[in-house]
C-alpha cells in the first residue's frame, strides 16, 4: 500500500468534502481514503499495482472539483535512442505523486504533471541523474536560451571525438587493410617490425577510440545494463567490445588460439565507433534544423532596452526590464518587450504577429507587442508585460510544449521499444552460438563477425525520432504560418477529423455590424442618415453603432434632438426640429399603425440577404429604410470550397434567427446550419455531431465558444494576434486569415503521413538488416554484412527518419481567394454603392 496526498480546490462545505471521499473510496485499490475540507486536502491509501495517481485526479475532476497539479519542465542530456528516453520515463513514472511524465528525444525534455504535496522538482533532477541521464534547467527566461546553448556545447564536444576518433582511426585501418589495398606495404612493414608490433599498436590506438571518443556510449551502456533496461549504447559498448576484446586476447596470448583463428578486429571497434559517431554527428545537425522555428522565434526578441530612470536612458539586457519601467524605443529598432504607449506617435511593423505587411499607426494608449519593429517616430512605451508574460514569450512556449508532446501513434513505437534490445542481445547470442557450432572453419570468424554486426546495426534511434522528429518540424513550421497547437496531440486529432464547425460571428463573418443599404422614399439618403444617427448617439445598440460609424463616414453633421426615449425590443424615438422620429423595426411601426408599403419590396430582398432592416419614420409617415448586418469575411467562400475538396463536410452553429442563419450559409456556401443556438448550447451541437460518428473540429472566436472548442475532437481559435492564450482551443490562429483553418488541417495531415513513413521505415530498416547481420542469407547466397557497414546502415537509418521530417520544412500556407464570392452573394448591393 502507498500513502498519497493531495490538494483539493473549490470544496466549500462538508457535502463536497464528503463527495470527494466517496468518489475516492469507490476507486478500485483504495483501501482509505478521507478529505479534510479545512485544509483542503485529500489523503487515500491504495494499492499502486491497481490504481494510478493518474485515475485519482480523474475522479476528483469528474466529481467537480479541481485536483492541486504541478507540471514541470526539464531538460535531460545524453539520451541517443527510444530506450533511453524510456527509460528516464519509467524512472519518472515511479516516483510518488507523479500523475504524467511524458519523454521526448528530439527535443531532450522531459514534461511531469505531479502532485507538489508529494514531490519537489529536486527529486525528479535526481531521478533522472539516477537513471544515468543530465537533468538540464530550462531557465525562467521562458525563451529557451540555456536549453539552445546546451545543445550546441553538446554539438561541439561531438565535433571534437568525432575529429579525434578519426585521427586515431585511420592509422587502425592503414595496418589492418593496407596490405590488401596498397602493394607493397605488407613487405615494409615487415621489415621494419614484426606482425605483433604493429597488432600491439593497433590495440593502443583502437583502445585509445574506445576510452576516449567512445566513452559516450561505454558509461551510458553500464549503466542501463545495471539497471536491467540495455539501449543502444549497450549494443554499440557490447559489440565493440567483443571485439576489442577477442583481438587484445589474440594479441596478448596467441598461443590460446589455433593458427587459423589469430585474427584481430580492432579495425571493426575502432571504425564502428567512428561511424557511429559520424552518424550522430550528422543526426544533431539535422536535428538542429528540426527546432529553426524556436530558434527564429528567439531571434525575434530584442537583445537589450532602453529605460528611463532617473530622467536618464539606460541600456539593459531585456531581461531586467520590469513591469511598469519606462521605456524608449527609436526608430529602426525592436521594441523589447509588450507594453502601452505613453508618448509619441510611430508605425509599428507586427508582419511576424499577424502576417501584414503594412505597418500599423500606433499613438498614445495603443498597445505595443515585443519583437514587433518601430519604424518611424521616437516612442516612450510603458512596460506592461515582461519575460515569460511577454507575446512572443507565450508563443514559444506553446511551440516548446508542442514538439514536447507524445502523440498516441507513438504508442506501438513505445511499446516494442521496451523488448527490442533484450531480443536484439538474445539475437546477438544465437547468431555468436550457431555460427560458432555450424560455421565453417574458423567458426569463431563468422560468430563473432555476425554478432557484432546484429548488435551494431539494430538501433532503436530511429523508431525513437520518428514521431517527435516530425512533430518538432511540423509544429514548428505551422508557427511560422501562424498556426499554434497549444499540444502535440492536436495534430493526430486534428488529421482525423472529418467534419469541420464554423460559430458565425466574429469567425466567418467580419464581427461588426456595419451599414450596408439605405433606401429613402424621397432619395434624400443623406438627410436620412443624418436623423438616424443623430438618434443612435444616445443608444448603446450595437447596430446603432453602425449607423453612427457610416455618418462619421460620410462626413455628415448631425441635428440635435429632444425628448429621446428608448422603447426596448422596438427601437428608439425622438424629437428632431419639432418632428417626432421612430427608428426600430418593423413591428415599432406596426405598433404606431404606419403603414411600411412603400419599401416592402426593398425589406423582402433585404431579409432574403440576411440583413437586419431599420425603418425611419417621420410625422407618422415612413421616410427611409436602413439594413445593418454583420458582412461575410470575403476569404469565407473560399475556405468552405478549400475544406470540402480536402473531403471535410461543414456546418454552421449560430445564434442568429434561421433567415439571418440561412443567407450567410448560402452566401459561404454551407448546407448544415444551426440556427437560434444560445452559447451555451453549441457543445451540446456539437456533442450531438459526435455521437452521430462524426469527429468534430470546431472554430470559434475563442471567447464565447469555448464550450464548444473544449467539446470537439479540435478546437480552433481565431486569436487576434496578440490575445494568443486561449485555454479551451488546441490550435491558436495568431492571424485574421481563414487560410489558417486549411493551413492547420494540412499540416496535420501532412505530418501524420511523415510519422506513419518513419514508422515504416524504422520497422522495416530492423526487419531487413537484422537478418542479413546475423548471416542467414550467407549459406545460400553468401550475403553478410561487415561490422563496419552496420554502423554506417545505423546512422544512415536515423539520418533517414530526421531527413524525411524536415521535408515538413517545404509546407507553404494556404493562401484563400478574397474575390470568391458565392452565387447568392452575387447580385447583393455593395455598401458604398447603397448608401452614397
Not at 524512472?91 to 522531459?110: D, I, Q
Not at 527490442?420 to 555460427?435: H, S
Not at 530492423?766 to 561490422?787: K, Q, R, T
Request: charged share 20%; with cysteine; hydrophobic share 45%.
Amino acid at each position: 500500500m502507498k500513502q498519497l496526498e493531495l490538494g483539493v480546490q473549490g470544496m466549500t462545505c462538508a457535502s463536497c468534502s464528503s463527495r470527494v471521499e466517496r468518489a475516492l473510496a469507490k476507486l478500485p485499490g483504495v483501501a482509505e481514503a478521507s478529505v479534510n475540507l479545512a485544509t483542503e486536502r485529500a489523503s487515500l491509501r491504495f494499492d499502486p499495482t491497481a490504481l494510478r495517481p493518474k485515475a485519482i485526479v480523474d475522479s476528483i475532476t469528474q466529481a467537480g472539483y479541481t485536483p492541486v497539479v504541478a507540471d514541470h519542465e526539464t531538460g535531460v542530456g545524453g539520451m541517443t535512442c527510444a530506450a533511453c528516453s524510456a527509460r528516464v520515463e519509467r524512472a519518472l513514472g515511479k516516483l510518488p505523486g507523479v500523475v504524467e511524465a511524458s519523454v521526448n528525444l528530439a527535443t531532450e525534455r522531459a514534461t511531469v504533471r505531479y502532485l507538489p504535496e508529494m514531490l519537489r522538482p529536486a527529486e525528479i533532477a535526481q531521478a533522472i541523474t539516477d537513471a544515468g541521464y543530465e537533468p538540464r534547467s530550462l531557465g525562467d527566461g521562458g525563451l529557451g536560451a540555456e536549453a539552445e546553448d546546451a545543445h550546441e556545447e553538446q554539438r561541439r564536444a561531438m565535433r571534437r571525438d568525432l575529429w579525434l576518433a578519426v585521427a586515431l582511426t585511420l592509422p587502425v585501418l592503414v595496418l589492418s587493410m593496407g596490405a590488401e589495398m596498397i602493394p607493397g606495404l605488407a613487405e615494409l612493414l615487415g621489415t621494419v617490425a614484426p606482425l605483433s608490433v604493429w597488432n600491439g599498436l593497433q590495440a593502443v590506438l583502437t583502445t585509445a577510440v574506445l576510452l576516449g571518443p567512445g566513452r559516450r556510449f561505454f558509461r551510458p551502456g553500464l549503466i542501463a545494463f545495471r539497471h536491467l533496461s540495455p539501449d543502444m549504447n549497450s549494443l554499440v559498448m557490447t559489440g565493440t567490445s567483443a571485439a576489442w576484446a577477442y583481438s587484445l586476447a589474440v594479441v596478448l596470448a596467441p598461443g590460446l588460439f589455433p593458427p587459423e583463428a589469430r585474427h584481430v578486429y580492432f579495425d571493426s571497434a575502432a571504425v564502428i565507433i567512428t561511424v557511429i559517431l559520424f552518424g550522430k554527428t550528422l543526426e544533431e545537425l539535422a536535428k538542429g534544423r528540426t527546432s529553426s522555428a524556436i530558434k527564429k522565434l528567439i531571434g525575434l526578441q530584442a537583445k537589450t532596452a532602453r529605460v528611463l530612470r532617473d530622467g536618464a536612458e539606460v541600456e539593459v539586457p531585456v531581461g531586467q526590464v520590469h513591469a511598469g519601467d519606462l521605456l524608449v524605443v527609436r526608430p529602426g529598432e525592436r521594441i523589447p518587450v509588450d507594453g502601452e504607449v505613453r508618448e509619441g506617435e510611430s508605425h509599428v511593423d507586427e508582419s511576424m504577429l499577424t502576417g501584414e505587411p503594412a505597418p500599423v499607426a500606433k499613438k498614445v494608449g495603443d498597445r505595443v507587442v515585443g519583437a514587433t519593429i518601430n519604424q518611424h517616430g521616437r516612442l516612450s512605451i510603458t512596460a506592461t508585460q515582461v519575460g515569460r508574460d511577454t507575446v512572443l514569450a507565450q508563443i514559444v512556449r506553446l511551440v516548446e510544449r508542442a514538439q514536447g508532446s507524445k502523440l498516441p501513434i507513438q504508442g506501438l513505437a513505445d511499446r516494442v521499444v521496451r523488448v527490442f534490445t533484450p531480443l536484439v542481445l538474445l539475437i546477438a547470442a544465437i547468431t555468436f552460438l550457431t555460427w560458432l557450432s555450424l560455421g565453417p572453419p574458423p567458426a569463431i570468424t563468422l560468430a563473432l563477425v555476425s554478432a557484432v554486426s546484429v548488435l551494431v546495426v539494430a538501433c532503436p534511434c530511429a523508431m525513437g525520432l520518428a514521431t517527435p522528429a516530425a512533430i518538432m518540424v511540423g509544429s514548428g513550421r505551422a508557427a511560422e504560418l501562424g498556426v499554434l497547437y497549444r499540444k502535440g496531440e492536436a495534430l493526430e486529432s486534428l488529421s482525423h477529423v472529418d467534419r469541420v464547425v464554423f460559430d458565425k460571428t466574429g469567425t466567418l463573418t467580419e464581427g461588426r455590424p456595419r451599414l450596408t443599404d439605405l433606401e429613402a422614399v424621397d432619395g434624400d439618403t443623406r438627410g436620412a442618415l443624418a436623423i438616424a444617427a443623430a438618434l443612435e448617439t444616445h443608444s448603446e445598440h450595437p447596430l446603432g453603432a453602425a449607423i453612427v460609424a457610416a455618418a462619421k463616414e460620410q462626413g455628415l453633421g448631425l441635428p440635435s434632438i429632444d425628448d429621446f426615449t428608448a422603447l426596448p425590443g422596438y427601437g428608439v424615438q425622438a424629437s428632431v426640429n419639432g418632428q417626432r422620429v421612430l427608428l426600430g423595426a418593423e413591428r415599432l411601426l406596426q405598433r404606431e399603425q404606419i403603414s411600411t408599403a412603400a419599401l416592402t419590396g426593398q425589406a423582402e430582398r433585404l431579409a432574403d440577404a440576411g440583413r437586419t432592416a431599420i425603418y425611419l419614420a417621420i410625422d407618422g409617415r415612413v421616410r427611409a429604410l436602413l439594413a445593418v448586418a454583420d458582412p461575410l469575411k470575403a476569404q469565407a467562400p473560399a475556405l468552405i470550397q478549400a475544406l470540402r475538396k480536402r473531403g471535410l463536410r461543414v456546418a454552421m452553429i449560430t445564434g442568429d434567427a434561421q433567415p439571418t442563419a440561412e443567407a450567410i450559409a448560402r452566401q459561404a456556401g454551407i448546407d448544415e446550419v444551426q440556427a437560434e443556438v444560445l452559447p451555451d448550447g453549441k457543445a451540446a451541437a456539437v456533442a450531438a455531431l459526435q455521437d452521430a460518428g462524426s469527429k468534430v473540429a470546431f472554430v470559434g472566436d475563442g471567447i464565447n465558444d469555448a464550450p464548444a472548442l473544449a467539446q470537439a475532437e479540435v478546437g480552433i481559435a481565431v486569436g487576434s494576434g496578440t490575445d494568443i492564450a486561449i485555454e479551451a482551443a488546441d490550435v491558436t490562429l495568431t492571424r485574421d486569415d481563414l487560410g489558417g483553418v486549411v493551413t492547420a488541417i494540412d499540416v496535420a495531415r501532412r505530418t501524420l503521413r511523415t510519422i506513419r513513413g518513419n514508422l515504416f521505415w524504422a520497422f522495416f530498416y530492423n526487419i531487413l538488416l537484422i537478418p542479413l547481420a546475423a548471416g542467414v542469407f550467407y549459406p545460400a547466397f553468401g550475403l553478410h554484412l561487415h561490422p563496419m557497414i552496420a554502423g554506417v546502415a545505423m546512422g544512415f537509418s536515423s539520418l533517414f527518419v530526421v531527413t524525411n521530417s524536415l521535408r515538413l520544412r517545404r509546407l507553404r500556407p494556404v493562401m484563400l481567394d478574397e474575390g470568391a464570392r458565392s452565387a447568392t452573394d452575387s447580385g447583393l448591393a455593395e455598401p458604398t454603392a447603397a448608401i452614397s
